[in-house]
């Protein structure tokens, strides 16, 4: 097991963000000392990942122990594949130069969000995905393809960055605090009609502990290995809708059919893959194992906090 000092200095990229703010917790709960790369004034190093040049003028001077990416430029749940675009380009070239500024610092380590939609989109039926599976296939559409070139070069950027310890995590879809909120105006309004599952299901975790595995992953994950990190209950997404909807108290989703969400076309892809992995090598190397087993723990957890 790869041990690495407590006490780090850590950049981390998308620190203004709800999965960069449980990030910066987890670090800070473990001892190390966060400092957040964005463009936002709040920003300790203040730079755009898609700016080469400006991005290096940034770090100059810096140095850290350890540089985390997990920027995104989401800020609500995608429903088209242009959604995804301006996040695809901070997988491939904001990871590039994130690469470089890691270097210019002197740091040793990488770790990387990446995601479970690494392996594809689509109905895996009931093979449970491991790290030993092909990750990044190409896509079956030219949008698909773009999204997962995404992920796949995110990844091979950073194992094969010279220099430096390369982690990726693979994370199921995210909920909890921060990230649940934004469905419940829906709900109240009625706005989220949902297809039924019929038996699909995917992998979920809860974001506090996705952010205990981004502190794991600093301080144990192995160089050049990903990790998958989910809870282990896979739950089709209506079904974690309906949960939601049961413990916040608000209306269930109106169930309509899968085709009439094709003019979502991310959304339906989404809704239309089935798949589970295991996190049983995280939770082997990197100590990490999920307070939540389910969504259902997890809703329930957030909703009693919440009363």
């Known amino acids: 097991m790869t041990t690495h000092r407590k006490n780090q200095s850590i950049l981390l990229a998308g620190a203004s963000g709800v999965l960069g703010g449980h990030i910066t917790r987890a670090l800070t709960e473990a001892g190390h000392k966060v400092t957040g790369l964005g463009r936002g004034e709040a920003a300790g190093v203040r730079a755009d990942l898609m700016d080469r040049d400006a991005l290096?003028?940034?770090?100059?001077?810096?140095?850290?122990?350890?540089v985390v990416h997990a920027a995104t430029a989401l800020r609500k749940p995608p429903t088209r594949h242009r959604d995804m675009y301006a996040t695809d380009a901070l997988r491939t070239d904001g990871t590039a130069h994130l690469i470089e500024a890691a270097r210019a610092t002197g740091a040793r380590r990488f770790v990387?969000?990446?995601?479970?939609?690494?392996y594809g989109y689509g109905d895996f039926g009931d093979q449970v995905l491991t790290e030993e599976d092909p990750y990044g296939p190409r896509g079956s559409t030219v949008e698909l393809e773009k999204h997962l070139e995404g992920m796949r070069v995110k990844e091979q950027l950073t194992f094969e960055a010279t220099g430096l310890e390369g982690v990726a995590l693979r994370?199921?879809?995210?909920?909890?605090?921060?990230?649940?909120?934004?469905?419940?105006?829906?709900?109240?309004k009625r706005q989220l009609p949902?297809?039924?599952?019929?038996?699909?299901v995917l992998p979920w975790v809860e974001l506090t502990d996705a952010g205990r595995a981004v502190a794991a992953a600093v301080e144990r994950g192995r160089p050049g290995q990903a990790y998958n990190v989910a809870d282990r209950t896979p739950l089709g997404f209506r079904a974690h809708v309906l949960c939601v909807a049961g413990e916040f108290g608000v209306p269930k989703p109106m169930t309509v059919p899968l085709w009439l969400t094709r003019p979502m076309p991310y959304a339906h892809t989404v809704m239309s893959s089935s798949m589970r992995v295991s996190s049983a090598k995280a939770e082997r190397e990197l100590g990490w194992t999920p307070r939540y087993a389910s969504c259902r723990e997890g809703l329930a957890a957030l909703a009693a906090r919440r009363r």
């Open 171 to 188: 994370f199921g879809l995210f909920y909890g605090p921060g990230g649940t909120d934004a469905l419940l105006p829906m709900l109240r």
């Open 112 to 118: 990387s969000e990446s995601m479970v939609f690494g």
């Open 194 to 200: 949902l297809p039924a599952d019929h038996g699909r």
């Open 56 to 66: 290096l003028r940034a770090v100059d001077g810096r140095h850290f122990d350890t």
